[in-house]
């Protein structure tokens, strides 16, 4: 059975601070799509000129097939990986043979600027030969990218990423009232906190908890724990057990 390997899943922080894991795809696999894609390119070429030299020859005259023939080699050349993976899929026939998808670096799909931005600049990355150039690039950076994908904020990931686990952590957050009266906007603004900070960064956590330090008059993790607390009383502040109720996330607190 196939191992995948740690250092391919990247974690990437978006605005909002939400985390997601890209599974990036290496020179080697990468490669193998590419051959699959020229393969395709040169069969529909031969198929397309065989066809053109048939039947157009009589109709338009020889001089008109040869020109319209190399504008169709023009196309399929400089636009064939643009078309596909500035599509629904995000990926062009060989790259979904080897089961991989191109996206933009946030994880959303490739649009149109982005797919013809790193497609133009495969003829930097072929320089001076064999893709030498884009293939040093990749070796270098940490998510796999040649030029192309730098300048156009791509990457190259597998379609299929593994579910991403995050650690089940249980932590026992004291319920508190809060040491002031706050608005109706405060309280909305605490309990949407309580609800979206499993899915953040702890690094994220911590730094908006300190936002609140004239509320929690704590920092770090012992502010993010009293942040907690509060908004915990806010959801059910009649609670009158007298166990502190759990608070569950992924890794919401680390010793």
């Known amino acids: 059975m ?10 990437v922080e978006l605005a909002d601070g939400v985390e997601i894991q890209l599974r990036v795809a290496g020179p080697a696999v990468r490669s193998m799509a590419y051959m699959i894609d ?10 397309v000129a065989i066809l053109a030299f048939m039947l ?17 080699v023009f ?21 979904r043979s080897m089961k991989l998808r191109v996206m933009s670096v946030t994880g959303g799909p490739v649009s149109l600027a982005q797919a013809v931005m790193r497609n133009f600049l495969r003829v930097v990355d072929f320089m001076p030969g064999l893709y030498l150039t884009g293939i040093v690039c990749m070796l270098f950076t940490k998510r796999f990218q040649r030029l192309g994908d730098l300048v156009a904020n791509t990457v190259v990931t597998y379609a299929e990423v593994p579910i991403f686990m995050a ?4 932590i026992r957050a004291e319920r508190r009232a809060p040491s ?8 909305a603004a605490l309990l949407q906190f309580l609800e979206r900070a499993p899915l953040w960064a702890d ?53």
Request: aromatic residues 8%; contains cysteine; glycine residues 10%.
């Open 2 to 11: 196939a191992v995948t390997r740690a250092d391919t899943l990247q974690s």
């Open 38 to 47: 020229l393969l395709i390119r040169i069969g529909v070429d031969i198929l």
């Open 56 to 72: 157009l020859p009589d109709l338009v005259g020889m001089e008109m097939t040869n020109g319209l023939f190399l504008l169709f």
């Open 75 to 95: 196309f399929m050349e400089w636009f064939y990986n643009v078309f596909f993976e500035a599509g629904a899929k995000g990926s062009t026939p060989g790259q």
């Open 167 to 170: 650690p089940h952590v249980e």
């Open 180 to 187: 002031k009266v706050l608005t109706r906007e405060e309280q």
């Open 203 to 255: 690094e994220r956590r911590i730094e908006l908890a300190t936002l609140a330090h004239p509320l929690t008059e704590a920092a770090g993790v012992e502010g993010l724990r009293r942040l907690c607390g509060m908004a915990l009383w806010l959801q059910d502040p009649e609670d009158k057990s007298g166990t502190p109720p759990s608070l569950k996330g992924a890794g919401m607190f680390r010793s």
